[in-house]
């Protein structure tokens, strides 16, 4: 049985009133996984962030779990987003003055979730980085740090898993690996995951296809 | 994670920075926090000792100096008056007068004052014998208790008096021998550091030191009186002692006209205290008198101004402090925003709203507040020991670093809020921080 957790009609967005980005119409099914290919100013993060609710569109309506994300209020669309759905940037970010655990715990306090430290530990196991939980975030390698935020972008347990580049900084070993990660995580949670990238190296692993 | 466990790792991350603001912040609060202390105990200390004394007459000279060392023991006489000069103060028989205790001052031992007076002057400030008996006699002393504790003196102990008030003694040799008849209880009144005797001791203590003195000078012409009382010593004083206390026991303190005391303390009736009479005395004895009157409210008020010149001063000078920290945490926090703009952003998508971390950052500004508000309190208490030492140790005046204000506890609202205008506009900018432009930024 299908269920579309991600949907979006006649997207538009524009920066400065005149020129306007033109959206594909989007639809996927929980536990769907897919990747959302675009060239450098294509506006794929533009899309992510449209998405994720970080940015409001100038048209068109964006449904995620049955929900129009436009018609939320502000502090509503905060909490949703928390809620429902899981984030992973090109960047990995962390709250610097925080460990591991703390970062995640934090995440699912922001989203007004019960502490599950059994959770958190399962997760950063699952993520091979379980023997990290009480570091600082500066001391991770890069690949570490990614895994760590895909840990924190699941913590939740959201329905929708959006990933802004995940593998850009990545070498190949390390692209293979957490792509493996965040389906195998997606799956397991039946969350829809979204990629968003230029890397051409994702074509191979991923079969759904949107081109910008 | 509570807000504040969050603040407090987001400024612990940081310590250098937060030091810094610490530190200012620790520094005004302190220096304000000492002047409020240091004003309070000096002002309780002498209002304590005003004992309801409306003026004090003694020699002409400074009258500030004659309140502060025959009211607070802290400075030297102005100089003596012959008993003929103040006897109609003495007499007892003028209707506005309660109470006139004459002070004879000159002699101490360890630093301890010795002061010829009458019984009414501990009754002045209420404080009765903890051990033994009120003097009575010559040469008879009782002791408060500072001195008891301090000198290490109990009832029965002999000790010489020193000529002058320095305690090392260089002034003098040592001269009459006291006997400790009582001790009194302990006060926090200047009685606590005095060792009171009868006026006649005083007397006869200076007639013999002054023989003394003559003798030395005579001793080259008239062998004999020299050898008299150079060879005198103990047994030429007892000898001294007895006579004379046998003389003083006759002849009321008032017929001594041609001795001199140091000064004497009034004290208005109840009923006359505000009469016009008690009023214009003070003019009349100064203007009519070989003698000089003060009061004590009056010069008080003139030293409280004086003090209260240095005293704004510095606590302008704190004020400066104060505000330079707050500066110093605004910069700090503005500065550590900038550092942090995508972690708040993060928080926000991670679903902090804009509020919340509106009142993260005004947290960190108020924790920074508070911590630097109790090190200030911690570090102005201690320096108050050290003063109180210091006080001791030259005036035998004792403060106390143990007790708080409640302009402290007000001190701790101006703390809270110079924190949370500092932390005002970092947290203005943190509740506008825009997700996805911030994100996309990087």
């Not at chain 1, 994300?69 to 090109?90: C, E, P, Y």
């Not at chain 2, 008198?289 to 010149?309: F, G, H, K, Q």
């Amino acid at each position: 049985m299908t269920e579309t957790m991600l949907q979006t009609k006649n997207l538009k967005f524009s920066y400065d009133g005149k020129n306007y980005l033109d959206f594909p119409d989007i639809n996927c099914q929980r536990g769907e996984q897919w990747l959302l290919l675009g060239q450098s100013g294509s506006g794929k993060t533009t899309l992510l962030h449209l998405l994720g609710g970080l940015r409001k569109p100038r048209q068109g309506e964006i449904m995620i779990n049955g929900e129009n994300t436009n018609q939320l209020s502000s502090t509503a669309l905060d909490q949703f987003r928390g809620k429902n759905i899981g984030i992973v940037f090109q960047k990995p970010y962390f709250v610097r003055a925080l460990t591991v655990e703390e970062n995640l715990m934090l995440a699912q306090e922001l989203a007004g979730q019960d502490i599950d430290k059994d959770y958190i530990f399962k997760l950063l196991n699952q993520l091979n980085v379980g023997h990290k939980f009480k570091s600082k975030t500066e001391n991770l390698s890069e690949g570490e740090k990614q895994r760590v935020s895909i840990a924190r972008a699941l913590v939740n347990r959201p329905t929708v898993i959006l990933a802004d580049e995940p593998t850009s900084a990545l070498d190949d070993k390390n692209c293979h690996e957490v792509i493996r990660l965040l389906e195998q995580q997606s799956k397991e949670a039946n969350a829809t995951l979204l990629i968003v990238t230029h890397d051409g190296r994702l074509k191979e692993l991923i079969k759904n296809q949107i081109e910008l | 994670m509570n807000n504040i466990k969050l603040a407090w790792k987001n400024l612990t991350n940081k310590p250098l920075n937060m030091m810094l603001s610490l530190v200012l912040f620790a520094l005004g609060v302190g220096m304000i926090s000492m002047i409020f202390l240091i004003e309070n105990q000096v002002q309780e200390k002498f209002d304590k000792n005003l004992a309801g004394i409306s003026l004090v007459i003694g020699a002409k000279g400074s009258p500030l100096q004659m309140i502060l060392c025959n009211m607070y023991h802290v400075d030297d006489p102005t100089g003596n008056v012959k008993i003929k000069d103040v006897k109609p103060f003495l007499s007892g028989r003028n209707p506005l007068i309660d109470k006139a205790i004459p002070l004879s001052l000159g002699d101490s031992y360890k630093g301890f004052r010795i002061v010829g007076t009458t019984q009414d002057y501990p009754e002045l400030y209420d404080v009765k014998t903890a051990k033994g008996k009120i003097w009575k006699d010559n040469f008879e002393a009782n002791i408060g208790a500072d001195v008891a504790k301090i000198a290490n003196l109990k009832i029965g102990d002999t000790f010489y008096s020193t000529h002058g008030f320095l305690s090392d003694g260089m002034n003098g040799h040592e001269h009459g021998q006291f006997k400790v008849v009582g001790i009194f209880q302990k006060s926090n009144s200047v009685i606590d550091q005095l060792i009171l005797t009868t006026t006649q001791s005083i007397w006869e203590v200076h007639d013999n030191h002054d023989h003394e003195e003559e003798a030395l000078v005579e001793e080259s012409t008239d062998n004999h009186e020299g050898h008299d009382h150079a060879e005198g010593d103990d047994h030429a004083h007892d000898h001294n002692h007895e006579g004379h206390d046998h003389a003083a026991s006759q002849k009321p303190l008032i017929e001594e006209v041609d001795q001199e005391i140091t000064s004497i303390l009034i004290k208005f009736k109840e009923s006359s205290k505000k009469s016009f009479q008690a009023l214009t005395m003070l003019r009349g004895i100064n203007e009519n008198t070989e003698v000089m009157a003060a009061s004590p409210a009056i010069e008080l008020n003139r030293l409280y101004d004086n003090m209260s010149l240095g005293e704004s001063f510095l606590r302008n000078l704190a004020m400066i402090i104060v505000f330079v920290s707050g500066l110093s945490i605004f910069i700090s926090l503005f500065s550590s925003l900038r550092d942090r703009k995508y972690e708040l952003a993060l928080m926000r998508v991670m679903g902090a709203t804009p509020t919340k971390l509106f009142f993260l950052i005004i947290l960190e500004g108020l924790l920074l507040a508070v911590i630097g508000y109790v090190i200030g309190i911690i570090l102005s208490h201690l320096g108050m020991s050290v003063f109180a030492g210091q006080m001791e140790d030259k005036y035998h005046y004792s403060f106390t670093a143990a007790k708080f204000l409640k302009e402290e506890f007000y001190l701790l609202g101006g703390a809270l809020f110079i924190g949370f205008v500092a932390a005002v506009i970092p947290a203005y900018q943190a509740f506008r921080t825009d997700i996805s432009q911030t994100l996309t930024e990087s």
